[in-house]
């Protein structure tokens, strides 16, 4: 358990309207990340942050903001929520394994987002 | 292409069956390799590392072919409780950690 929660863990909304998804973690970890996951696709990088107030896009950022003003806190914001960001949202961090020092990611439990 | 590509399946087995999932990648500069397990409506979860020399953890078995660009999951003895979907992600090695996921192999376990 990476000590990573999600909220909200499902929200409706309508288009137009600006959304925000907030990653709290509690382990001090650096680097946080911010998917999403739809069919057919595999999950796609949105932001990621290497500190606080260090962030950066990802393959997908169009339509999307993040701000890190807490190493615990990662928010996304959805500047303003159409359809086709209708999705799961996931959260990670990264952690290194202690015997290889090799980094993997471990995920929140995500958030349902239906934008109507 | 896709960076990484998997079948989607699903594959149907029963229980106590062998199952092997296969996963190519196109990035030949790929460092770090894993196989992910998510069950529905769940957040994915790491299941193990995949290294060159190959490496086992119970039943499960992963392996990595770099010159074929080629990894490999074996679940020997498949439980009920091994149905979910298995993705398969790649680590580009681009400086921060930026992974690259498969969409998944559904793997189904029947009684």
């Known amino acids: 358990d990476a000590g990573i929660t999600q909220s909200p863990r499902h929200k409706v909304t309508e288009t137009g309207t600006p959304v925000t998804l907030r990653c709290h973690q509690t382990?001090?970890?650096?680097?946080m990340y911010w998917y999403r996951q739809d069919p057919g696709h595999g999950l796609r990088l949105i932001h990621y942050?290497?500190?606080?107030?260090?962030?950066d896009k990802g393959e997908v950022s169009d339509g999307y903001s993040v701000s890190r003003s807490k190493t615990e806190d990662f928010l996304l914001t959805l500047e303003s929520a159409t359809s086709s960001q209708t999705s799961v949202y996931f959260c990670?961090?990264?952690?290194?394994?202690?015997?290889?020092?090799?980094?993997?990611?471990?995920f929140g439990p995500g958030t349902r987002l239906l934008v109507l | 292409r896709k960076e990484v590509e998997q079948d989607p399946g699903p594959f149907n087995v029963p229980e106590g069956a062998t199952v092997a999932f296969n996963c190519t990648y196109s990035n030949s500069a790929s460092q770090s390799f894993f196989w992910y397990r998510q069950d529905c409506r769940k957040e994915p979860k790491l299941l193990m590392s995949v290294y060159s020399s190959g490496n086992e953890d119970g039943r499960f078995t992963a392996q990595l072919n770099r010159a074929s660009q080629y990894i490999s999951l074996l679940i020997r003895d498949s439980k009920l409780s091994d149905s979910a979907t298995y993705l398969c992600v790649v680590d580009l090695n681009t400086g921060f950690q930026k992974l690259v996921f498969g969409t998944g192999t559904r793997l189904l376990v029947s009684p």
């Open positions: 942050s290497y500190g606080v107030k260090d962030t």
């Open positions: 990670a961090i990264s952690e290194s394994f202690k015997e290889t020092g090799e980094e993997t990611q471990y």
């Open positions: 382990e001090n970890h650096r680097y």
